[in-house]
């Protein structure tokens, strides 16, 4: 898992930790050119595995799937491509063409409920090239009509982090001067706090990073995870109309 940590001074990323297993079966099924599908709770790092391969593997990411208009945007910056006056069809079928035969695989990030329209264009697109799925969930009633072809996916599920891959990612900030030395006493709390997810552990660290909190007080820990829970808080704009 990697982040990016902001402080008033300074702007550091913490090192990519763990995940060793996956990362080597990702490799192998993409020298196979094997469809994935890569499943794991919102934080867990989906995302980051995905970044962490990127340049390696050369691979071509959508990091919002859920409109064919945005993964068509996001495969054009990839091949340096431009809209134009082009119609979505006409973006659609001209990526299609590019796609043939290529060994880079197509990542669809933030998978979730994918319409008929959708559907379709992701088989086409794996029938041309390898597809990787990043996904929360493989029911039928979250992930839509995509889900009749998962059988043809490998699945690989991220889990959270155990201890030791807590005690990893707090041990590279540390080295990093992120954090205070110190902090090693409190990867037990951390990892009780973040219930071992890796998005919300740096979040614990970005919030420690600020000097605000005391890491060795229980209460500025919890101070810290309930001011890290409002800031998640939904706003009234970010909350849909149905739902008020």
Same mark, same amino acid.
């Given at each position: ?5 902001? *402080?008033?001074?300074? !702007?550091? *990323? ?12 990702? !490799?192998?099924?993409?020298? =196979? ?9 919102? +934080? ?13 593997? +050369? =691979? !071509? ?22 809209? +134009? ?28 409920? *994918? ?60 080295? =990093? ?46 101070? =810290?995870?309930?001011?890290? !829970? ?15």
């Amino acid at each position: 898992m990697s982040a990016t940590v902001s *402080t008033s001074d300074v !702007r550091l *990323t913490i090192p990519f930790v763990g995940r060793e297993r996956e990362i080597a079966r990702l !490799r192998q099924l993409h020298q =196979l050119r094997k469809h994935v599908l890569i499943l794991g709770p919102e +934080g867990v790092g989906k995302s980051a595995l995905v970044a962490h391969l990127y340049e390696s593997l +050369g =691979l !071509r990411v959508c990091p919002a799937s859920e409109r064919l208009s945005e993964i068509c945007e996001a495969l054009e910056r990839e091949y340096d491509l431009a809209a +134009g006056d082009l119609h979505i069809v006409q973006r659609k079928n001209r990526l299609l063409k590019l796609l043939k035969g290529t060994r880079h695989a197509v990542v669809f990030d933030g998978a979730s409920w *994918t319409t008929p329209k959708l559907s379709s264009f992701i088989e086409n697109v794996a029938g041309r090239a390898p597809v990787w799925l990043c996904a929360r969930s493989e029911h039928p009633w979250d992930i839509g009509h995509i889900w009749p072809l998962l059988v043809r996916f490998e699945k690989i599920e991220i889990k959270p982090f155990r201890p030791v891959e807590t005690r990893g990612l707090v041990e590279a900030a540390i080295r =990093l001067g992120i954090v205070p030395p110190g902090m090693s006493d409190t990867v037990g709390q951390l990892h009780h706090l973040c219930a071992g997810n890796p998005k919300v552990l740096c979040e614990l660290i970005e919030g420690l990073a600020t000097g605000r909190y005391d890491p060795h007080r229980k209460f500025d820990l919890r101070l =810290l995870d309930l001011d890290r !829970r409002i800031q998640h808080l939904p706003t009234s704009e970010t909350i849909h109309p149905l739902e008020r």
